[in-house]
Structure formats: C-alpha cells, structure tokens
T-cell receptor, first 113, second 115 residues
Framework: QKEVEQNSGPLSVPEGAIASLNCTYS??????FFWYRQYSGKSPELIMS????GDKEDGRFTAQLNKASQYVSLLIRDSQPSDSATYLC?????????????FGRGTQLTVWP | DTGVSQNPRHKITKRGQNVTFRCDPI?????LYWYRQTLGQGPEFLTY????????KSRLLSDRFSAERPKGSFSTLEIQRTEQGDSAMYLC?????????????FGPGTRLTVT
C-alpha cells in the first residue's frame, strides 16, 4: 500500500508569515509530486508540481523535493487570508499504475489577519 | 480552454437507486480519471482511461460501479444499487499525459448523497 502522510494540522499563521507544509511518501519509485489547494466544499486546484530534487518556485509558492528522504514540502511566503484552505499532497508512481495519484489527507491552513 | 466539467453538481438519491455522473475533460486531454473523496480524506483513485481504454480500476470500484469513455471524449460513472456508504464527492480529472507530465486538473465534482 503506497502511503502519503501529511502533518495533520490544523496550521495557523498570521498574515505575512511563511507557512510550511510537509509531506512524506512510502514508495521510493515515486516520480511526480503535486500540491493541490482545496477550499471548503470545492474541488482540488493544482498549484505546484515538482519532479526532480531541489526547489521549484512559483510566485509566493516554493515546492521542495528530497527523494532520498522521501519528503516533499510546500512553503507559502507572505501568507494571505485567501490562502486559508486545505492543502493536499499527491504522489504519482511509475509502473502499471502510471497516472494514478496517491493523496494525503491534507493539512488545513488558516491565515489570520 | 475550458476546464473539466461535471454533471450533475449535486445528486440526492434513495438507497437502492442507480445514478450516473458525466465528466467532460479538458479538450484534447487523452487521460481521464475518477476519484472519490469523503469528508476529511484526500481523493481516492477509482479508475482511469487513456483515450477510450480503461487502463486501471481500483479495488474500491466494486461490481456496482462501472465507468465508460466511449470515443475517448466524455466519461460516465454509474453506480448501481446505491448504498449509504457511497455518499461522497465524485471527482473527475484529466491530463494531457504527454511525456513525464501527469498534471491532473480536477472538475468541480459531483456530490452524491444517498438517503
């Protein structure tokens, strides 16, 4: 069973702070890693993808991947109240299940003004 | 480029009834996925298609569930003899599936309530 674990939260940060979200995965064959944002009652929205070790920046978001440690994280700089949502980590593996994503349970983030 | 669309957005049905959901992927996306999400959980994979071929089905997909993607365009997910445990958000996603890019984009979902 391929597992994706996220810190359960909830995570609460003040406006303007850096929010740090973490995710670990069990399958060393994992090749693709994604962060989705999900507002209450809505569907997941893709915000970041990362495929190789290191950092990937997109605006206020930075994804970090360490395959040796089987760890992926998302940093949100200058957090805004509109960032308040559940953040889902998703992992894709190679092989016959190519395409299927395994999701964590999500970390609920609250950014207070 | 329009996003993934799903219909209906909400469905309330009585236990034992059959329901069918539709998903229209992003145009020219050849991969289409179905997931199910319950409260407090991440989406769980159900099945996926590459063009019209159904390439994988999760063990979560019991015999009461069937999915089709005729002509490789829209897809339908049917649940027969619904049970209260089927109450969930049913999510459809699509991806271009080219090279190493498997970025999946989700539709708005269909929320099913079985009474």
């Amino acid at each position: 069973q391929k597992e994706v674990e996220q810190n359960s939260g909830p995570l609460s940060v003040p406006e303007g702070a850096i929010a740090s979200l973490n995710c670990t995965y069990s399958d060393r064959g994992s090749q693709s890693f994604f962060w989705y944002r999900q507002y209450s009652g809505k569907s997941p929205e893709l915000i970041m993808s990362i495929y190789s070790n290191g950092d990937k920046e997109d605006g206020r978001f930075t994804a970090q991947l360490n395959k040796a440690s089987q760890y992926v994280s998302l940093l949100i700089r200058d957090s805004q109240p509109s960032d308040s949502a559940t953040y889902l980590c998703a992992v894709g593996t190679r092989g016959s299940t190519l395409g299927r994503l395994y999701f964590g349970r999500g970390t609920q983030l609250t950014v207070w003004p | 480029d329009t996003g993934v669309s799903q219909n209906p957005r909400h469905k309330i049905t009585k236990r034992g009834q059959n329901v069918t959901f539709r998903c229209d992927p992003i145009s020219e996306h050849n991969r289409l996925y179905w997931y199910r999400q319950t409260l407090g959980q991440g989406p769980e994979f159900l099945t996926y298609f590459q063009n019209e071929a159904q390439l994988e089905k999760s063990r979560l997909l019991s015999d009461r569930f069937s999915a089709e993607r005729p002509k490789g365009s829209f897809s339908t997910l049917e649940i027969q003899r619904t049970e209260q445990g089927d109450s969930a958000m049913y999510l459809c996603a699509s991806s271009a599936g080219q090279g190493a890019t498997y970025e999946q984009y989700f539709g708005p979902g269909t929320r099913l309530t079985v009474t």
